[in-house]
């Protein structure tokens, strides 16, 4: 997994990097049979950034009129670089270098003939330039588009559970160099870890499981004014499908535009976390919540989808 997530952070440092280019590099990994990457540009107020999205089709998996489960493994960025703030790839990049990184790795595998169960969907965007924003204890990167343009390109209707990989060492909450899983967040709910998450974590990093609390204010979607730990669980917004947090960490706060600041070994580390939760979940071995749970919740409690939304104004009815 190194070799895929080094030959991406070769290409993504790179200041003319766009999503063609990033098709292309998918596109020799894949082979013959190719990516299929799909590559949209979309311009905001402050610029432009190229979603790429890629389906991994299972052997048993939707697209072929199976049964297998599909996956959503979204890369969760501001942009892959601050310039000309910052030279050089930042460390907010390493949602989207895991990502396309466990995009590479299943496109190989599926030219050597290794084919997973269920479909896997693969999305992010590369933006090398995109603008910061002040953000407390340390600057966050900004993006040249808005959450909610984001969670259209990146979260799917297809994907029928979501691991949302992103820098997350912005903050003084997570003291762990490493990886982190986050509880399990379902139409407003934030449910508990998964435990089959967590002990497949743990095998692939061989170390202990790291958790990190999640607020019901992270859940809510950005725009309403309150804060929030970082993007990565803003694919719960736009989805009912589960979603899991694997954020990627450092033992001390380290803003989203710093370069010099990944860490290649924890990035595939991430990816390849990514890969065996796509086995596992397409082949029906595991799940990223309890429906009976989740099901009496509702039941007993009433649905929080309206932490989806933006809520009603401060002094609205």
Not at 138 to 145: G, N, R
Not at 166 to 183: E, M, Q, V
Not at 196 to 205: F, P, W
Not at 223 to 232: C, D, K, P, Q, R
């Amino acid at each position: 997994m190194l070799k895929y997530v080094l030959d991406l952070v070769d290409l993504l440092d790179d200041p003319d990097v766009d999503g063609k280019r990033v098709a292309a590099h998918l596109d020799a990994v894949a082979g013959p049979e190719g990516s299929g990457a799909e590559v949209t540009t979309v311009t905001g107020e402050r610029g432009s950034t190229d979603f790429v999205l890629v389906r991994i089709p299972g052997r048993a998996g939707r697209t072929r009129g199976g049964s297998a489960r599909t996956l959503g493994v979204v890369g969760r960025l501001g942009g892959v670089g601050a310039r000309p703030e910052a030279v050089g790839l930042v460390s907010d990049a390493d949602g989207a270098v895991a990502a396309l990184a466990t995009a590479a790795k299943l496109l190989d595998m599926r030219r050597r003939g290794d084919v997973l169960d269920g479909d896997v969907i693969v999305a992010t965007h590369i933006c090398p330039n995109a603008p910061t924003a002040p953000h407390d204890p340390v600057p966050f990167m900004d993006s040249p588009v808005d959450i909610a343009t984001m969670n259209r390109h990146e979260v799917t209707g297809e994907m029928e559970a979501v691991l949302s990989v992103d820098t997350t060492k912005g903050n003084r909450i997570i003291n762990h160099k490493g990886l982190a899983l986050s509880p399990t967040v379902k139409e407003g709910w934030v449910l508990r870890v998964s435990e089959r998450l967590g002990e497949l974590l743990a095998v692939v990093t061989g170390e202990p499981l790291v958790t990190y609390p999640v607020t019901t204010q992270d859940i809510t979607p950005y725009g309403n004014g309150v804060h929030h730990i970082n993007s990565i669980l803003q694919p719960a917004t736009a989805t009912a499908a589960p979603v899991v947090g694997l954020a990627i960490t450092s033992a001390a706060a380290v803003p989203g535009c710093q370069t010099g600041a990944s860490h290649e070994t924890d990035i595939a580390a991430a990816a390849r976390f990514a890969v065996e939760t796509a086995k596992a979940y397409g082949g029906g071995q595991l799940d990223f919540h309890d429906d009976q749970e989740f099901d009496a919740l509702v039941s007993r409690y009433g649905p929080l989808t309206r932490l989806q939304t933006l809520g009603r104004e401060p002094g609205g009815s």
